[in-house]
Antibody, heavy 117, light 107 residues
Framework: EVQLVESGGGLVKPGGSLRLSCAASGFIFSNAWMNWVRQAPGKGLEWVGRVKSKTDGGTTDYAAPVKGRFTISRDDSKNTLDLQMNSLKSEDTAVYYC????????WGQGTLVTVSS | DIQMTQSPSSLSASVGDRVTITCRASQGISNYLAWFQQKPGKAPKSLIYATSRLQSGVPSRFSGSGSGTEFTLTISSLQPEDFATYYCQQYNSYPYTFGQGTELEIK
């Protein structure tokens, strides 16, 4: 059974940093392209970014609102996906989901990040 | 960026109804279109990928079609558990983008 379990969410002040993690199991993580998607309270879904598998180059792409502030990384030895979030703004408040590529369709349960003073 | 526009934004229907939700892309996305269902307080669930391919375990009353810029999600006979919000997503090019969602409510 595929499992994606996010952790690391919490309350952080504007301008602060937070690191989210996603623990993956039930599939060959090293082969997977992985994404982060977020959902602000009461709003729709917003794609945050993606990291390719290392065999496909391991490159990352980001949505414009987070580019330069967020960094996605992966550790294939630990089957984990990370999202380093710096210079956080109130508009980054959201539930953050770890997901596999759309053809696989697997999502984690999400972790809430609240940016507030 | 490719803009995804869903219609309608909300829809009231009854159990047993056939419903269709449309998703239009601002430019061609080949068949790289997925549909998700989300219930309140829950993570989205993947229903369809590559326009028309059902994820494992998804009931056959769900179907998807389309190509290029216009796509549809059809539920052939609504069941009580289908009342939820539905999102489309294009994954043809970065940034991947979602539609704004369609809230399907019980009439």
């Amino acid at each position: 059974e595929v499992q994606l379990v996010e952790s690391g969410g919490g309350l952080v002040k504007p301008g602060g940093s937070l690191r989210l993690s996603c623990a993956a199991s039930g599939f060959i993580f090293s082969n997977a392209w992985m994404n982060w998607v977020r959902q602000a309270p009461g709003k729709g879904l917003e794609w945050v970014g993606r990291v390719k598998s290392k065999t496909d180059g391991g490159t990352t792409d980001y949505a414009a609102p987070v580019k330069g502030r967020f960094t996605i990384s992966r550790d294939d030895s630990k089957n984990t996906l990370d999202l380093q979030m710096n210079s956080l703004k109130s508009e980054d408040t959201a539930v953050y989901y770890c997901t596999r590529d759309p053809s696989s369709g697997d999502w984690g349960q999400g972790t809430l990040v609240t940016v507030s003073s | 960026d490719i803009q995804m526009t869903q219609s309608p934004s909300s829809l009231s229907a009854s159990v047993g109804d056939r419903v269709t939700i449309t998703c239009r892309a601002s430019q061609g996305i080949s068949n790289y279109l997925a549909w998700f269902q989300q219930k309140p307080g829950k993570a989205p669930k993947s229903l369809i990928y590559a326009t028309s391919r059902l994820q494992s375990g998804v009931p056959s009353r769900f179907s998807g079609s389309g190509s290029g810029t216009e796509f549809t999600l059809t539920i052939s006979s609504l069941q009580p558990e289908d009342f939820a919000t539905y999102y489309c997503q294009q994954y043809n090019s970065y940034p991947y983008t979602f539609g704004q969602g369609t809230e399907l409510e019980i009439k």
